[in-house]
Each structure stands twice: as C-alpha cells, then as structure tokens.
C-alpha cells in the first residue's frame, strides 16, 4: 500500500487499482495480445478464479513505484520495440492517474501468438 500526506489528511493507494490501471495500459498498446501469470502460482489461481489479478507485480516505496509485467505478445513483431512501448505507455498512465513517480517497469514477455491466422 502506498499513501501520501496532503493537508487535508492521508491518500492510501492499494496495489489493486495500480495493477488496473497498469493492465488496462499495457493491453491498450500495440502488439501485446494479454497478460500471462508469472509463476505456478498465479497459474493456478488463473485456472480456478475468474479475476484479473495476474500478470502485474507491483512494488512499492516512498519514491515510487516499480512494476514488473508478464505479457503475451504477437508473432512477428519486433520484441524490442514492443516491449519499449509498453513500458513507456503504463509509466505514463500510472503516472498520470496516481500522482506518483514510477521508476523502473519490468517487461517481461512469457509467449507469442498470432493474432490474425490469415
């Protein structure tokens, strides 16, 4: 949990809405086909919860925040400039939207896929 201090008392910001709007972010970029879980675990939490809270690790500290996410991109795109884009586009709209300072994003791709077969 992340909070700051305001004159008109304490802001606490959960995990959970930086998850969303990192999520939402990263699958609004070109070239990124979903999220994947990042270990067994989340894997098996996929398999048995229908909740969106796989993919994104987010850390927290009073200078900021550094997220790390687990994506499934598509096939024939350079891995490289995607992942450049993705990382840009979530620090800004979680800078954006949570007033606070990302410092570093982790992209890590998990798979490839093709989107389109023809």
């Given at each position: 949990m992340?909070?700051?201090?305001?004159?008109?008392?304490?802001?606490?910001?959960?995990?959970?809405?930086?998850?969303?709007?990192?999520?939402?972010?990263?699958?609004?970029?070109?070239?990124?086909?979903?999220m994947a879980p990042a270990n067994l675990g989340e894997a098996i939490n996929k398999m048995f919860c229908k909740s969106a809270e796989y993919g994104i690790l987010v850390k927290?500290?009073?200078?900021?925040?550094?997220?790390t996410l687990n994506l499934v991109i598509e096939y024939g795109l350079r891995i490289r400039s995607v992942t450049d884009s993705v990382a840009e586009t979530v620090a800004y709209h979680?800078?954006?939207?949570?007033?606070?300072?990302?410092?570093?994003?982790?992209?890590?791709?998990r798979g490839l896929r093709i989107s389109n077969p023809d």
């Open positions: 992340t909070n700051q201090e305001t004159e008109l008392g304490k802001i606490y910001i959960l995990p959970r809405a930086i998850r969303t709007v990192a999520r939402d972010a990263a699958l609004q970029s070109y070239g990124v086909i979903g927290s500290d009073p200078d900021g925040f550094e997220l979680v800078q954006k939207v949570m007033g606070i300072p990302v410092k570093r994003v982790n992209v890590h791709v």
